[in-house]
């Protein structure tokens, strides 16, 4: 991801264009854009009325934070386990040398 430049990208999300302006690639921000828009359609179920538009942002931002938070948690339980799996090499490593 570039930081030091502004890029500025124009995406659509769900049928709508939006200019994003960030320090990201803009392959990254597309990338993103797409993103939120797939989780849009998938809980889109009809007919869209500018009220509809706004209950599917939050089913998909509900959808899309969901996913950050498991991802959380499952990065979590895997450097807890990283850390007793250390723990354990060490005390071997130290058992190992004071014999």
């Known amino acids: 991801m570039n930081t030091t430049d502004n890029n500025t990208v124009q995406v659509t999300i769900y049928g709508k264009t939006y200019t994003i302006k960030g320090k990201a690639d803009s392959s990254y921000i597309?990338?993103?854009?797409?993103?939120?828009?797939?989780?849009m359609r998938e809980v889109d179920d009809?007919?869209?009325?500018a009220s509809a538009e706004g209950k599917i942002a939050i089913l998909a931002g509900m959808n899309i934070t969901d996913e950050l938070f498991s991802a959380r948690q499952?990065?979590?339980k895997l450097a807890?386990?990283?850390e007793?799996?250390?723990?354990?090499?060490t005390e071997l490593i130290d058992?190992?040398?004071s014999t």
């Open 74 to 76: 499952e990065s979590e």
């Open 30 to 39: 597309s990338g993103v854009a797409n993103y939120v828009d797939m989780k």
């Open 46 to 49: 009809g007919p869209n009325t």
């Open 80 to 82: 807890n386990r990283f």
């Open 95 to 97: 058992e190992t040398l």
């Open 84 to 89: 007793e799996r250390v723990q354990a090499l």
